[in-house]
């Protein structure tokens, strides 16, 4: 038997194995989180518009990584193969399947292991340079609001900058924390930077790009306004960027497959946390995960279906 034929058995024994995870898990969780009492309670416009603003990460994902891709690669595939992802990561631990799929995708599209590999961390770098920019203009615009449901004040980010200085100092002076930084961190950007350099002489692809990056947190975030507002919350927009954020990172550091509850609560307490109550805070929680990621999940699976039909990933 061919290596070809033995990784396509492979894919068909993993396909089946998520399918029959993915109908139980589905099924209990809607079961468990009621979605249908909720949803006939719930603002039915402020719910149209949170399910339109929901695909907006979706496109945003599409975008940077069509932009910064180093071969043309088809819209449209690409962005069934980003829908794709939602199904893969119900049945991985911290989006592994989701990262191992794009990477398969640009393999199939001509690229070499190490290129595809190469051309998804540039995408991940710069989504967490962008993403840190502007987590610092939320938290900011926070310690400047104190009307807002949490205040920062100032001394907080002077702390901050402290604590950044430190840890530079020592990644500078500590031997063992120097080696950590270089393999964390100088390696990878060394590595990428070649590539990462030929996309930065085409500006056109790197403001595609940027917005791109951009529109994933803000679009998580407004969704989420959105679902709080359909239950009657209005937070605001700006700390919802950090609680959207926080989720994504407790969910990443929470070895659970798509996050599953996880994800649910760090955002239902970063609501709580703006001043929301419980119980609303709980239900839009709730909305903007079924929203975001339960909702999509039976048309990621006819996703993936169609893409391995055709060998694309």
Do not use: K
Request: positive net charge; hydrophobic residues 55%; aromatic residues 6%.
């Amino acid at each position: 038997m061919s290596r070809g034929a033995r990784v396509r058995r492979v894919w068909r024994v993993v396909l089946v194995v998520a399918t029959v995870v993915a109908v139980v898990v589905l099924v209990q969780r809607l079961r468990g989180a009621d979605l249908g009492e909720r949803l006939r309670s719930a603002d039915p416009g402020w719910l149209v518009v949170a399910a339109a603003v929901s695909l907006l990460p979706l496109f945003g994902n599409v975008a940077s990584m069509v932009a910064l891709s180093p071969v043309r690669i088809p819209v449209v595939r690409t962005s069934l193969v980003w829908l794709a992802t939602s199904f893969v990561n119900l049945v991985t631990p911290s989006s592994t399947g989701g990262l191992a799929l794009t990477v398969r995708y640009l393999q199939q599209q001509g690229l070499p292991l190490a290129v595809a590999a190469t051309t998804i961390g540039i995408v991940q770098s710069t989504s967490f340079a962008v993403t840190a920019v502007l987590l610092v203009g939320c938290l900011v615009q926070a310690g400047r609001d104190p009307e807002g449901g949490v205040f920062l004040p100032w001394p907080v980010l002077g702390v901050a900058v402290v604590v950044v200085v430190l840890v530079c100092v020592l990644a500078r002076w500590w031997p063992r924390a120097r080696r950590w930084a270089t393999r964390a961190v100088v390696d990878p950007v060394r590595a990428e930077w070649p590539a990462l350099r030929r996309v930065l002489t085409h500006p056109r692809r790197v403001v595609v790009a940027l917005a791109g990056h951009l529109a994933v947190p803000l679009g998580f975030a407004t969704t989420l306004w959105c679902c709080a507002r359909t239950v009657g919350g209005d937070p605001p927009l700006g700390l919802l960027v950090l609680v959207v954020v926080g989720s994504s990172a407790v969910t990443a550091a929470v070895p659970v497959p798509g996050g599953i509850g996880a994800s649910e609560a760090a955002l239902a307490a970063g609501l709580v946390a703006t001043g929301m109550d419980t119980g609303p805070a709980l239900s839009a929680a709730l909305l903007h995960r079924a929203l975001t990621f339960w909702v999509r999940v039976p048309f990621a699976w006819g996703a993936l279906l169609w893409l391995r039909r055709r060998r694309a990933v």
